[in-house]
């Protein structure tokens, strides 16, 4: 990683502040000096905000940030405590972009300097661009590939297991059925990777958000959720979702189900999964292709009290073929978080041992849309 430093504002020698930048944060990371100049950045400070140490540093840095900043609180609260502090959910506004969220940390560096590091939230809504963007098309065109390439071939090889079996000894019959049986599994795999790839925009029109999720609750009720206590806490003031209701009854049936499997995982017979809706003021996220930012305060959280998400999936969760289970395809949350940005919202995550939660932001109905 190298580090961007500025000669003529920087108030410490270049080195110290590169091997703070390099050292304390593999992370976007910032020094601010006591005057509240931006004086080094790192590459994936850069990477992040799309610009150079040039650009990033015109002006004073804590002169533009809006009135009651938390990210202003967060670093007088490191010069005036003399230690490393964190805050969760800091909003972060700079250099003219689109507001977002992240965890910070501010240490002081000794002499009134402040070492900035930001930790993005690993949500992957419609915020999320780059190599995550990248990724994903990449995984849409494959999925289609492997529906063109694959699908006539597999039906070719499933019909010759067949005719083979008819005409196989007794005791070859079962190798015959295998291939059948496995040719048939992988069929099904494509078929998902075909459902995923596919582009189809929402259809958008006011839905209720409760009918949604009673139709998903019902669902699950005597199967996925069969045996665990369901229980929900709803805003009933909330204004219709913008959406698509056969797309937004798929996101939530995957992560009600998905929640099921956490709570019955616990093996005692004490799962529980709750749904939660409620108004967020203010919630904003920047929609696909590039359209400005709209109002997304429709939140509905999916909670469950299972074992939590592995540590090593975390980061990497809606990213597809991340799974933890042994038949898992790991498309499910791909796929939602692919249908959440087409809704303008947006999908993160909490997770500790006992109790993981998920959180759809969504858009609701204005004026202009009816």
């Known amino acids: 990683m ?82 490393r502090v964190r805050e969760r959910g800091v909003e972060i506004n700079l250099f003219g972009l689109p507001p977002f969220e992240a965890d910070g940390a501010a240490a002081p560096l000794g002499d009134g300097s402040v070492l900035l590091t930001l930790s993005v939230k690993a949500g992957l809504g419609v915020e999320r661009g780059g190599a995550d963007a990248a990724g994903l098309s990449s995984i849409m065109g494959l999925g289609r590939m492997l529906a063109h390439e694959i699908k006539n071939p597999l039906a070719g090889i499933r019909g010759a297991a067949q005719l083979l079996k008819m005409g196989a000894k007794a005791e070859d019959q079962p190798l015959a059925q295998l291939i059948v049986d496995e040719t048939d599994r992988v069929t099904r795999l ?42 929900e806490q709803y805003d009933p ?60 305060p429709l939140e509905v959280r999916i909670q469950d009290n299972g074992p939590g998400v592995a540590a090593h999936l975390r980061e990497h969760l809606f990213q597809p073929f991340v799974t933890s289970k042994p038949q898992g395809a790991g498309l499910g949350l791909a796929a939602v978080a692919k249908l959440v940005a087409a809704h303008g919202g947006m999908i993160d995550f909490d997770s500790e041992p006992g109790r993981t939660t998920f959180r759809v932001l969504l858009p609701i109905v204005s004026l202009g849309d009816v």
């Open 190 to 231: 494509v078929d998902r990777m075909e459902e995923f790839s596919e582009d189809v925009l929402p259809t958008f029109a006011p839905v209720n958000i409760h009918e949604v999720l009673d139709r998903v609750r019902a669902l699950v009720a005597n199967g996925a959720a069969d045996d665990l206590v369901m229980r």
């Open 237 to 296: 003031s909330l204004p219709p979702v913008l959406g698509d209701e056969d797309q937004l009854i798929q996101i939530f049936l995957n992560l009600v189900k998905n929640a099921a499997e956490a709570a019955h995982a616990r093996g005692d017979g004490r799962g529980e999964i709750a749904i939660f809706t409620a108004y967020r003021h203010g919630v904003r996220v920047r929609a696909t292709r590039g359209q400005t930012l709209r109002g997304a």
């Open 2 to 83: 190298t580090t961007r430093t500025l000669s003529q504002s920087q108030p410490r020698d270049a080195e110290a502040l590169k091997a703070a930048a390099f050292d304390l944060s593999p992370d976007p990371s910032m020094v601010i000096d006591a005057e509240g100049a931006l004086v080094a950045v790192n590459e994936a400070a850069e990477a992040l905000f799309g610009h150079g140490l040039s650009l990033l540093a015109r002006g004073r840095f804590l002169s533009a940030l809006p009135p009651g900043s938390s990210l202003a609180s967060l670093l007088e609260r490191a010069r005036a405590e003399d230690a």
